[in-house]
């Protein structure tokens, strides 16, 4: 059986972390049997990431190859009707939220003092005093590095949020009333959808841009629909 690993639900959401929900999803979407490891150190992770998963004799990480071994061991029977302008589509909204959005929602919870708060306790509360007072500065200052890094770090606040807000409001614009991104089907960027979209609309924190989120009703729905499809059990 796969067992994968991951981080704990919390923040009112089934994982904080958009790739393990995407990963967990995209499992129960295809109908594949797993167990889900809560304890992984992330230290001691193929890439230092989370997730990864264990198959058999086989370890792989990071969401996207993972997926992508998911669909070469067990098939793919998701995506492989779509025609090749349906994936080229599907890569662009892919690269939108994991590459782009993704960044906008970083700096959402570790950059803003008030989320950072709930960051800390949350993730370090149980640390040690002495690495409490050192280790959770040191991995914020880590992730706004990444931030600088990608480039998103380098624009305002307001120029940040600016980029999400176009980012969501074209994911509203091309779902319009569909029940999923690319029709009547779900395929795989539905598991992408839908564990960016959760960790905006459900995210019990404080966000503009998860505020922004929350306006459009097809997106809201969506959530909706995606959860009663494929996470009956919560």
Known sequence: MITLYQFQPCLGVRNPSPFCLKLETYLRMVGLPYEVDLNADVRKAPKKKLPYIVDGDRIVADSGFIIDYLKDTYGDPLDRHLSLPDQGISLAFRRLMEENLYWVMLYSRWAEDENWAVI?????????????SIVPGLVRRDALRNLYGHGMGHHNRNEIYEIGRRDVKALSDFLRDKPFLLGDSPTSLDAIGYAFLVNLVRVELPSVISDYTRQFENLKDY??????????SL
């Open 120 to 132: 800390r306790e949350l993730y370090f509360s149980s640390l040690p005093p002495v690495l409490r």
């Open 223 to 232: 959530c909706d629909r995606m959860q009663a499809r494929f996470w009956q």
